[in-house]
Each structure stands twice: as C-alpha cells, then as structure tokens.
C-alpha cells in the first residue's frame, strides 16, 4: 500500500459526460501528479501540482481540468467525455516538487466510457 | 520524433540471471531526470528508480541499477538475480527540468522472469 487513495476505483459512464477523479496524496506529500492510461496512447503525464498551484502540464486535453485543494487533495475533472477517454487514472505523490523525488503511485481508476 | 525509445518491446529471462532493460532518449536541454516505473499484471504503478543529468554516479536501488551512459543518451536499467517477482512491464521515463517540466514515457518492455 503505498499511502495515496484514490477514488472511484471504477468508473462506467457515457459519452458526454462529466466526471470528477479525486486522489489523496500521502501524508507529508505536497506534489500530485496525474497520469493516463491507454491502449492506443500507453502512458501519459497530465499535469502536476505542488502545494495547490499548477508545477507542471503534460498532455492534457482542454476538456480536462485538475486542481488540489488547500488539504492537499486533488481532483481531476474530466468532460464531454469521448470513447477514447477510456483509460486508467493514475494519481501519484511525491514530497516536494523535484524531479529527483520518489513518486508513491494510487491504485488507480479504471475510467470506461460507452 | 519520439523522445524515449524502448526497443524490446518483450524479453524472457531466467531466472538468477541479470536483466538489462534497454532506453535511449533524445533532449538538448543539458538539465534533465531519467526514470524507471515497474507495472506488475495487478496494474499499480511502482517507482523503482531515479538518474539526474548532473549525477556523477549511477543511480542504484537494491537489486536495481541504471546504466546512464550521457554521450550515446542512454538509459538501461540493470536489474541483478532476477526473481519470478520481477515479471512486469517496465517503463523509462524522461523529465526535461525547468523546460515544460513534462515527463515522457516510452513504449514499455515487458519482462518474463522464467523458473
């Protein structure tokens, strides 16, 4: 058990919708990233937040919009979902913001869209 | 052009035997992280190891090593007496620091330790 949760584990919606994915990070942590995926795209960073403001953006659709809160906690907001949104989320913390910290990685969620 | 190259995309090993795992990357930013993740069949995500750009030694965790040679812009994960346990997809990853700050995966290779 690495110490970061996320929930829903699984997800089934339809296409067009929204939904919200929430990670919470390990205790101590002040870094969240977020990660997809994929079958056709394997995987891809999101984006990455350090102590509630965005560090670093990845490949992340402008449907899709994430932000920790001031408990750390961080949502990722996922909408007008298509079919290829399909994937598992990965959320991960680190202590710090630096490359060179160990990231401790969530179960993930199993995201499928019909 | 792709950034992290993979190029097993599978490999069988036996076990007791060292493994290497093979990663090129391609950046021209001189500040950069290097990363290997572990995905068993469970699909949870592990951390094994980090290499800096600037680090003079190369990085090892345990029964894992990363061969970084910075002039062929390579990456290999070395990993020593392997173990049943260590059948999994491995992937590289790059971080280029301090540009867009975004990390890059390659393809993955997927490992059979056979007994």
């Known amino acids: 058990d690495s110490g970061v949760t996320q929930t829903p584990k699984h997800l089934i919606t339809a296409t067009g919708q929204r939904v919200t994915l929430r990670c919470s990070p390990r205790?101590?942590?002040?870094?969240v990233y977020w990660y997809q995926q994929s079958l056709d795209q394997g995987l891809q960073f999101l984006i990455q937040?350090?102590?509630?403001?965005?560090?670093a953006k990845g490949n992340i659709l402008e449907r899709f919009s994430a932000q920790q809160f001031p408990d750390l906690h961080s949502e990722l907001n996922l909408s007008s979902l298509e079919l290829g949104d399909s994937a598992l989320y990965f959320c991960?913390?680190?202590?710090?913001?630096?490359?060179?910290?160990?990231?401790?990685f969530g179960p993930g969620t199993r995201l499928t869209v019909l | 052009a792709q950034k992290i190259t993979q190029t097993q995309p599978g490999m069988f090993v036996q076990e007791k035997e060292a493994v290497t795992l093979d990663c090129t990357y391609d950046?021209?930013?001189?500040?950069?992280?290097l990363f290997w993740y572990k995905q068993p069949s469970s699909g949870e995500m592990i951390f094994l190891i980090y290499q800096g750009s600037y680090d003079q030694q190369n990085a090892t965790e345990g029964r894992y090593s990363l061969n970084f040679q910075k002039a062929r812009k390579s990456a290999n994960l070395v990993i020593s007496a392997s173990q049943l346990g260590d059948s999994a997809m491995y992937f590289c990853?790059?971080?280029?620091?301090?540009?867009?700050?975004?990390?890059?995966f390659g393809k993955g290779t997927r490992l059979h330790i056979l007994p």
């Open positions: 990853a790059m971080r280029e620091v301090g540009r867009d700050d975004k990390i890059i």
């Open positions: 991960a913390s680190s202590v710090e913001g630096q490359s060179y910290n160990e990231q401790f």
């Open positions: 950046t021209s930013d001189p500040s950069y992280g």
């Open positions: 937040y350090y102590n509630g403001e965005e560090r």
């Open positions: 205790s101590g942590d002040l870094s």
